[in-house]
């Protein structure tokens, strides 16, 4: 029952050795950068504002290059263990933060983001109070890079016969 459990954390001896088997593949697949967001849609009233939902479901946002070394922003839902929805990133795009009207919540007012992909806006809202402060820098780092770097880059080696 809870064999899992004790694989992650190392206390089952018996399929310890499979477990590294298993984290040494899964390495690859790891995300760039993981951290917990929800979604929030955005939908065009009539009189030209845009109503804002958020999603309340318990989310997660991993940053993948995908095997054409485009850039993937997935949105995984932590209770169904399943990726919802996947955004390829073709341009370099930066989350900005969103000045959101103060809400009954002020504590969540500083957490919501914005960007824009394909003339299309796109909202998230940090799900975790306690958010590492420079997350957002890091986020953005990764989207100004839309296509994986490959792993020798021309320009680099050029400048090392320069110098040689």
């Given at each position: 029952?809870y064999s899992d459990l004790f694989d992650s954390i190392g206390?089952?001896?018996?399929?310890?050795?499979?477990?590294?088997?298993?984290?040494?593949?899964?390495?690859?697949?790891?995300?760039?950068?993981?951290?917990?967001?929800?979604?929030?849609?955005?939908?065009?009233?009539?009189?030209?504002?845009?109503?804002?939902t958020p999603d309340t479901r318990r989310c997660q946002v991993?940053?993948?290059?995908?095997?054409?070394?485009?850039?993937?922003?997935?949105?995984?839902?932590?209770?169904?263990?399943?990726?919802?929805?996947?955004?390829?990133?073709?341009?370099?795009?930066?989350?900005?933060?969103?000045?959101?009207?103060?809400?009954?919540?002020?504590?969540?007012?500083?957490?919501?983001?914005?960007?824009?992909?394909?003339?299309?806006?796109?909202?998230?809202?940090?799900?975790?109070?306690?958010?590492?402060?420079?997350?957002?820098?890091?986020?953005?780092?990764?989207?100004?890079?839309?296509?994986?770097?490959?792993?020798?880059?021309?320009?680099?080696?050029?400048?090392?016969?320069?110098?040689?």
């Amino acid at each position: 029952m809870y064999s899992d459990l004790f694989d992650s954390i190392g206390g089952n001896a018996a399929s310890s050795s499979s477990s590294n088997a298993r984290s040494n593949s899964s390495d690859e697949n790891k995300p760039l950068l993981s951290f917990k967001a929800g979604k929030v849609e955005l939908a065009l009233q009539e009189n030209g504002k845009f109503l804002a939902t958020p999603d309340t479901r318990r989310c997660q946002v991993n940053l993948n290059y995908n095997d054409d070394s485009q850039l993937t922003w997935e949105w995984f839902d932590r209770r169904e263990k399943k990726v919802m929805d996947t955004i390829r990133i073709t341009d370099p795009v930066k989350l900005e933060q969103a000045d959101v009207p103060k809400s009954q919540d002020a504590d969540t007012n500083d957490r919501v983001y914005y960007w824009k992909l394909d003339n299309e806006w796109r909202m998230i809202w940090l799900q975790d109070k306690e958010e590492d402060p420079e997350l957002i820098d890091k986020v953005n780092e990764i989207l100004k890079v839309p296509t994986k770097p490959s792993a020798a880059d021309p320009a680099e080696a050029g400048d090392d016969a320069a110098s040689g």
